[in-house]
């Protein structure tokens, strides 16, 4: 089965600086790859996804580019904001495939 | 805007004992799932379910473990004999057509 893998599992910056967080997946065949942002006791919510047919896509200060080669995926915040603080959690399936896998997340901190 | 609901928010449990959790996925989604997520670790997938069957299990989803939509609207996840290592969060998800889930708040179990 699919299995992703994240790092750093923490990260900390200053406000308006940029954060970055990779991910590698296992499984060639995967797809698509969402990230998801949870902020302590809340449900994880979608903050951007990307399918394998584009090799980078752009929302405001977010990010994300994928290398299907590699087979590594990457966020990208800029101009981080301490609201931006909490825990990203990249993952992987196969469009139509019911297995999603997650990454182990990172905890972001940004500091005022 | 829809959201995914979960009920109860938190469930407290003798060892040994039955669980029921309670999820409404969004109307015209078809595709729903349970993940789990113990304090502070990643989030894991259990099971999917669509068009009244298991679509995909993992290999968390043992044979205590069932899933069962009763009516047009609920999807529920029952543990037939809670175990202590069962205490987590449980997170209901459903599917829009472009493969985005959106997830439910959450139920914390806590195995006593």
């Known amino acids: 089965g699919e299995n992703v893998e994240q790092h750093p599992s923490t990260l900390s910056v200053q406000e308006g600086d940029s954060a970055v967080i990779k991910c590698t997946y296992s499984d060639s065949a995967s797809n698509y790859f969402p990230w998801y942002k949870q902020e302590l006791g809340k449900r994880p919510q979608l903050i951007i996804d990307i399918r394998s047919n584009v090799g980078e896509k752009k929302d405001q200060r977010i990010a994300v580019t994928l290398n299907k080669t590699a087979k590594h995926f990457s966020l990208h915040i800029t101009e981080t904001q301490p609201e931006d603080s909490a825990v990203y959690f990249c993952?992987?399936?196969?469009?139509?495939?019911?297995?999603?896998?997650f990454g182990a997340g990172t905890r972001l901190t940004v500091k005022p | 805007e829809p959201e995914v609901t979960q009920t109860p928010s938190h469930q407290v449990t003798q060892m040994g004992q039955e669980v029921i959790l309670r999820c409404v996925p969004i109307s015209n989604h078809l595709y729903f799932y349970w993940y789990r997520q113990i304090l502070g670790q990643k989030v894991e997938f259990l099971v999917s379910f669509y068009n009244n069957e298991i679509s995909e299990k993992s290999e968390i989803f043992d044979d205590q473990f069932s899933v069962e939509r009763p009516d047009g609207s609920n999807f529920t996840l029952k543990i037939r004999s809670t175990k202590l290592e069962d205490s987590a969060m449980y997170f209901c998800?459903?599917?829009?057509?472009?493969?985005?889930?959106?997830f439910g708040a959450g139920t914390r179990l806590s195995v006593l």
């Open positions: 993952a992987a399936s196969r469009q139509g495939n019911n297995d999603m896998r």
């Open positions: 998800a459903s599917r829009d057509p472009g493969n985005i889930q959106y």
